[in-house]
């Protein structure tokens, strides 16, 4: 009898363990994706946008690719277009708040904006990328310090004064 037993316990204990290992790697996959994905580099941002236009093959992984742009922000102050940055930083915010691990990685989400700002800024004509990058300076430390980018018209107009 008790050889009768053991044989299906055995079997549950396979099944359950082996389920709960599948969604502990499932869930440490899903991190370390996240992870790639909101890094600094430009590499990490190119595989974000590539991902981005390409959603349905990370549907298994549950992202949230909701977005709201620059929030209360203008998405492309005085021209300058940020809003895959601000796209990015959102995916960033959401998706680690939904994991539970927004605290411990809110200063490098808000690092990679700034840097995917400047890498935008990088892309204007010298004449004007001084503005770019004052804006994008503000910008970061509007997320930095408030969590969302609230820019105030001064902020753009204080930028618009850098212009040829």
């Known amino acids: 009898m008790t050889r009768r037993l053991t044989i299906p ?39 974000w946008n590539s991902a981005r236009q390409n959603q349905a093959a990370w549907a298994s992984y549950a992202f ?34 939904a994991a539970g691990q927004f605290d411990a990685n809110k200063s490098r989400l808000d690092s990679a904006f700034y840097e995917d700002l400047k890498r935008k800024c990088a892309t204007y004509n010298s004449l004007v990328r001084p503005a770019c990058t004052s804006l994008a300076w503000t910008y970061y430390q509007a997320v930095r310090n408030f969590g969302s980018v609230v820019v105030r018209d001064s902020d753009i107009d204080r930028a618009a004064a850098l212009l040829p």
């Open 64 to 97: 949230d690719w909701s977005t709201d742009y620059c929030s209360s922000s203008p998405d492309n102050p005085l021209g300058f277009d940020f809003r895959l940055s601000c796209y990015r930083h959102d995916f960033g915010y959401r998706n680690y708040k």
């Open 9 to 47: 316990l055995a079997v549950i204990l396979v099944v359950v363990l082996g389920f709960g290992h599948s969604a502990v790697a499932a869930t440490t996959d899903r991190m370390a994706v996240l992870s790639s994905w909101t890094q600094t580099s430009a590499s990490s941002y190119s595989a």
